[in-house]
């Protein structure tokens, strides 16, 4: 086992229902805890709030009061940021920095300028995001500069960097805990339901699978589109619902906590995302043993779905909702198809478990962790006087 470390994660916010890379951070920091590293985890929300993922009891928790969830944080609010993990590195003495997405790692670089603390920034979006964002993608290359290492969560994403930012990039996948979906594997739905786990926002582009689902729907009378998560975006879906003529077929049921019996009561997954860095949603459905669909254009879908094998790839061109529909008919006509897909799924996910990430992560940290000079004081305590921890039950 290695040597415990003293570690100090950063990410914008744990109290907003559902977040791929919210439970990713969980899933790490959990894990490296387990492992018996000191880890204490800092977020922009205010205090008093109870996270969504459970939490390791034996981390502290530090809400920083910078933001409101859901929103983007004021400019006061990134100051307080910057100054807040300075103050916490001069007491905590981390090993290494941890910050979570570029609206973290941007303020938690520029507060971490100037000391010997290594820092890892942790990227979970594509360069999609950064189209029309040149601000933003400017400033998360500088923070990649000041940073010791930044992951990407896949080799597309890797590929997305121009070659000379690649020194320090590194390719880690996120984790899923497999067993949670394994019930499901065993389990043939009934029910023909496409699902659709995630947030809803502009990227993952339900209301085109809402067009794809009206474009088969007639077909298959005894079919239903159920579309789990919230978020921004949800006024707009809700309105393309009701204009839909099969309107009464599709579900909203919100963010829901055991997504496990969901994929198990599904036939089919849509991803329908115009981009993702990483498709966690394709992961627990493939370990549930459910095909997933998803777009070419994707590199979070086309890392993971293997046409054919356990999903298919669907054509954006020249229409989205018309490609979809396509591979969405594909698989609605073909019971048996669907059955040998989903059983294929699960071996081509076993590398993602939640054990063989946090060790890729431990040795990223590790080496962060070398690089760094100077005695370490053992008895430092995670205590921050403008930002105390807080009691927390989950």
């Excluded at 415990?4 to 805890?33: C, H, Q, T, Y």
Aim: glycine letters at 8%.
């Amino acid at each position: 086992m290695a040597d415990p470390m003293r570690l100090l994660f950063v990410i914008k916010g744990l109290v907003v229902p559902g977040g791929g890379a919210e439970r990713v951070f969980v899933d790490i920091v959990n894990g490296l805890r387990a492992r018996e590293h000191q880890v204490t985890i800092a977020t922009f929300d205010e205090p008093g709030q109870d996270f969504f993922y459970g939490i390791h009891p034996g981390i502290p928790r530090l809400l920083m009061g910078a933001s409101r969830p859901g929103l983007p944080t004021p400019r006061a609010g990134l100051i307080r940021v910057a100054r807040s993990v300075r103050s916490l590195a001069r007491t905590l003495q981390p090993d290494a920095v941890v910050a979570f997405m570029h609206s973290t790692y941007v303020p938690v670089a520029f507060g971490l300028a100037g000391t010997s603390v290594p820092l890892i920034v942790s990227e979970h979006t594509s360069a999609a995001h950064f189209v029309g964002r040149p601000v933003q993608r400017t400033l998360a290359r500088w923070a990649q500069r000041m940073a010791f290492a930044k992951t990407v969560v896949s080799s597309q994403i890797f590929a997305e960097h121009p070659s000379p930012s690649r020194a320090n990039l590194h390719v880690i996948p996120n984790p899923v805990d497999l067993s949670a979906f394994a019930t499901a594997r065993t389990q043939t739905s009934s029910a023909n339901v496409i699902l659709c786990v995630g947030g809803l926002r502009p990227e993952k582009d339900q209301r085109t699978l809402i067009s794809a689902f009206d474009l088969v729907a007639h077909d298959f009378p005894d079919w239903r589109l159920r579309l789990v998560g919230d978020g921004s975006e949800r006024s707009a879906i809700e309105a393309r619902i009701a204009a839909s003529p099969f309107r009464a077929r599709i579900e909203l049921p919100g963010v829901l906590h055991d997504v496990a019996s969901e994929y198990a009561k599904a036939s089919i997954v849509a991803l329908p995302s115009r981009y993702e860095s990483f498709g966690m949603v394709a992961i627990e459905a493939m370990a549930s043993g459910r095909p997933v669909i998803g777009f070419s254009d994707c590199a979070g879908a086309v890392t993971l779905i293997q046409h054919g094998v356990n999903g298919l790839v669907a054509d954006p061109f020249p229409n989205r909702a018309n490609g979809l529909a396509a591979a969405l008919r594909t698989l609605m006509a073909a019971p048996e198809r669907r059955i040998e897909m989903g059983a294929r799924a699960p071996a081509t996910v076993d590398k993602y478990s939640i054990d063989a990430i946090v060790s890729q992560w431990e040795n990223l940290l590790l080496a962060a962790a070398a690089s760094r000079a100077g005695p370490k004081d053992a008895n430092v305590q995670p205590v921050e006087p403008a930002c105390e921890p807080r009691p927390h039950h989950d």
